[in-house]
């Protein structure tokens, strides 16, 4: 006789929310979550921006499940060693505090658990996704129209832009083609290159001026070059917003050679190209809206919680022509193409929210204040550092400021650089130390809104000490 199947168990037991009435154990978590985290940010100046070496809890989960109050005891002490991106002093990197709106999207994005992969998996997200693409192109300046795709980040944006071209000049299975790009273009690009299986030699690095930007007349006879050689150009990339110093290549002379050869252009827009939503800052990165594709970073600047990328495009529908599979698991699309079939990504939380929910708080003007408080401060420190005639400063209009004393050797910088920093970070002020130009610098980017007057000139202060010392 045949046994019948236990019947299946109530899940009362396990640790998810109940779906017949309020859980009074979330509710519980979340509030103390929630509460834990605001006290980490509301408390961020009593510790330095970069943690020392914390303890770290248990990795392994135990033979039962631990409760509340030991799990956020043990996410207290991850915190503790997290980078501190809410102090005044986090001025290293592209990563700014994080906007209220922001964190609570996430929160909320994490618990609807949605997948942006198809629209039965994500009915609202996967509209609200392709809406906001959709304005944000048109507010960068992209004719009506465009749109694009989220990703996890600027690296996966790039990436899929140089796919999209491949696919769509007709060279997915041509091993001759080039990419060609300024010698401070992103390192991205080499990733790129390696995934879609080209040499490293196909990344033609191009001079730049003194300014950081790629000089136009090194393209306009690369181009030539190739085109005399037979040599395919995959695509040219702009950089709008370098990575050490912000600066903004020569965008439109760039657009009229691609448009004359018949090459995509890229615009790797992850720094700058947020500037382009303001009319008063949108000179900064004149010429973006002529490029085919764009990578803008949302994270890097305006607060929005990690992972914010897009990749915008005049045309979206080349997303899908590029990486559409057809999904045969999934219902049809009904408004477009499937999230899944608009880039490498299949299954995707709905980062969108974050961002939507982010730009809904700020308002245009919130977006302008952003970008005006960048820029001042940026300014501002700037002209703290002028009177050390020494330093050579580096900047390219946007938030970014690179700075190394003249007349030291590699070494010399190095050293410099090491020691300067730990001064800084003795006074809770952190920068980073890229290498440029074959010297270590100090670089300030200025993107932190809770930066203030007496920060800047704490900092230069310290910086100014430090060339003073110099034999
Ligand atoms: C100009 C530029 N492009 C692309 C990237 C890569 O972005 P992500 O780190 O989000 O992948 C960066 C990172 O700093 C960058 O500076």
Redesign the pocket.
């Known amino acids: 006789m045949a046994v019948a199947p236990p019947a299946p168990q109530a899940s009362a037991a396990l640790p998810f929310a109940s779906a017949e009435q309020l859980d009074p154990r979330l509710q519980e978590l979340l509030e103390a979550a929630a509460t834990q985290l605001s006290q980490w940010l509301g408390s961020a100046t009593q510790r330095s921006p970069l943690p020392g070496l914390s303890l770290l809890p248990e990795v392994a989960p135990q033979a039962s499940g631990l409760g509340n109050g030991a799990l956020l005891a043990d996410l207290q002490l991850v915190m503790e060693g997290a980078y501190n991106v809410n102090h005044p002093g986090a001025l290293a990197h592209?990563d700014p505090p994080p906007l209220m709106a922001s964190i609570a999207a996430e929160l909320v994005c994490a618990g609807l658990n949605n997948n942006l992969l198809a629209e039965e998996l994500s009915p609202s997200l996967s509209r609200l996704e392709r809406s906001l693409c959709g304005w944000l192109a048109e507010a960068i300046g992209l004719p009506p129209g465009s749109g694009g795709v989220p990703a996890s980040?600027?690296?996966?944006s790039?990436l899929m832009a140089l796919v999209t071209a491949r696919v769509s000049r007709g060279l997915q299975h041509c091993s001759e083609a080039v990419v060609l790009a300024s010698s401070a273009?992103?390192v991205?690009l080499s990733k790129a290159l390696l995934v879609m299986g080209l040499p490293p030699s196909a990344l033609r690095l191009l001079p730049t001026d003194a300014q950081g930007r790629l000089d136009p007349e090194a393209l306009a006879l690369e181009l030539e070059a190739c085109a005399a050689a037979g040599v395919p150009v995959l695509a040219v990339v702009g950089?709008a917003?370098?990575?050490v110093c912000g600066a903004v290549d020569p965008l439109p002379a760039m657009a009229s050679l691609c448009r004359r050869h018949g090459v995509w252009l890229h615009v790797?827009g992850?720094?700058g190209a947020v500037y382009a939503l303001d009319p008063e800052h949108a000179p900064r990165v004149a010429g973006l809206a002529l490029a085919d594709s764009i990578?803008i970073?949302p994270?890097?600047l305006l607060g929005i919680t990690k992972?914010s990328?897009l990749l915008l495009l005049a045309q979206p529908a080349q997303l899908a022509d590029t990486f559409a599979t057809g999904l045969p698991y999934m219902e049809p699309s009904w408004g477009g193409s499937h999230g899944g079939d608009c880039g490498l990504q299949g299954t995707r939380s709905a980062e969108v929210l974050k961002l939507w929910l982010g730009l809904r708080q700020l308002g245009r003007d919130g977006i302008t204040a952003i970008l005006d408080g960048a820029i001042a401060r940026r300014r501002r420190l700037q002209s703290l550092l002028e009177p050390w005639t020494r330093l050579l400063l580096r900047q390219g209009g946007l938030h970014l400021l690179a700075f190394s004393p003249e007349g030291l050797s590699a070494a010399e910088s190095d050293h410099w650089s090491r020691s300067t920093r730990q001064d800084l970070l003795a006074a809770q002020l952190m920068l980073s130390r890229p290498m440029h130009l074959g010297r270590h610098h100090l670089k300030a980017v200025l993107g932190n809104p809770h930066t203030r007057e007496e920060h800047l000139q704490q900092l230069a202060a310290i910086v100014g000490r430090s060339v003073e010392v110099l034999p």
């Open positions: 592209l980040g600027g690296t996966l790039n273009a992103h991205s950089t917003g370098t990575t790797d992850a720094i990578t970073n994270q890097k992972t990328s």
